[in-house]
């Protein structure tokens, strides 16, 4: 039997695919539609709030010691310009991030074995599925891993590669250093780890007596200090908290060590079906570049035990593992086609018959009437989300690109596998984008309480740089942000300011200060987290003397 190969794709057609699908998993005209998600509403008060040059992070006021400028500095300058909600400028940032980091893949495997590599890097890179659903939510970890993957391969292109090493460490420093400025110590401790294990060739102890080590080194402080001294100076103080780990979560623990290889392989679907090529030793005598494969074999694997011997442990920190696995993938993609492509063909009438299945859900939901899919369906949020106009336009084009790609995957036998793999990568997100994030756009309760907020403070006519204090509560971020003035966050009521007529003050309790006449301006019912919930107005009283009695 003759050996299976796939035509070559002009370099262009794979360019306009790539932005093409990157475009249809992402969505970027769809960004702005949930309510500001989990932590998003922390970077979104960071925002807010950013102050001074060198800037420092605040978060009602207090210094967030555990965050960085450069992430919340980057929205606040598109906001400014461009005018945009902070909800798609965070999300937009993350994707920008993504972006970023797919046209690094993209270099990097196209230097190493070609075009066709380079096309199966970038398209693992923007549709596996830890990427597809966490790089639409506006968090740092996608420009902060911009930065290390940037830092990783110029440290081996100019080092390992050209034996620059003043120059490797310099600039590999350099690019650790925007990765701490973006997420803190943890980005440091991903760029140097990996780089502890690397073998002859690489081996960095030898080079740690380069000059240019030195020199890295002052410029990753140069960093360090630009975060440290701004809260040396302003907060007197510096908290640096490492990672914890809480005698009571062992049990959850050792869950995450024996499920974690799981869990990957689950993440990292449908790549994950060819994504072990490069980890088998049967290919590694075929590889053209095996140094640099061993790098990022390397990479991937000290990750992967750190990540798996993390306490407290993030979904979300599995994306560290995507850029190595990418650039490995796409060069050993040919060695996999060549034994296994023909038998790969077989799943294709399967994924087809899939993304048929998945469109004919999807308009099954939004056609049935809504007593049928109460009988199936029981969520806590409800569907009304089906009745919205905008809604089901989406639904229903979604649903004729599911069926588009499912009648093209049972009618081609001609289609390269990494293209299907592609195309398995937006079924996955167009029905998220159908039914998952329509549902958890539905989840309104931040802005709603932010606007309850609001609607009461403009009855009393307050001047636009008013302060509205907070007691000791719990995050509130999302809420005090759709407000839309500035918090400060106190811890005892002796904290606010005993001279000023007129104040505002949210908390659970009433407040115990017999200075001040208080009034609710919420409805009595308002809650937050099942806790009644009050913003209150807090007039000074005036001291009444008695007078004498006249003689």
Known sequence: MARYEENKLNPLIVVLLLITAFSVIFSPWRLGERELYWDEDYYAVQTFELEHAPPITFAHGEYTYDSCPLFPLIVSSLMGDLGLPVEFVLRLVSVLGLMGLACLVWIAARNAAGIQAAAVAAAMMISSNIVIEKAIDGYPDTFMLLFLTAGWLVWFSLGVGRGRWNMAWILGFFFCGLAFYTKGFIAVLYFIFPLIFMRRPMTVWRKLKKPGFILGIVVLLFFVLLWWIPHLVFAGDVEIRPLSFKGENIWEFMEHIVFFPADVFIRFLPWSIIAWVPFCVAFMPLDKTPIFSRFLRTLFLALFFVLLFTPNFDARSILMLAPPVAILTGMYYGFFIRRYGRHFQKFYKYIGWTSILCAAAILAFYLAPAGWLELFVAVSRGISFRCLVMNQVNAYAGAAAMAVI?????????????????????????????????????????????????????????????????????????????MGCRVKKIYSLQELPKDKDVIYLISTDYPQLPTREWTNLLPENAEYRGRPIGLRRGVLKKRQFKKWPQI
């Open 406 to 482: 499912g009648v093209i995957l049972l009618v081609s036998r001609k289609l390269p596998i990494w293209i299907v793999l592609l195309l398995g990568g937006c079924i996955i997100a167009l029905f998220l984008w159908c039914l998952v994030i329509p549902y958890k756009a539905q989840a309104t309760g931040k802005r709603v309480q932010g606007e309850q907020f609001r609607a009461a403070l403009r009855k009393e006519n307050i001047p636009a740089d008013e302060v509205v204090y907070k007691s000791a509560i719990k995050d509130l971020y999302g809420e005090c942000y759709y």
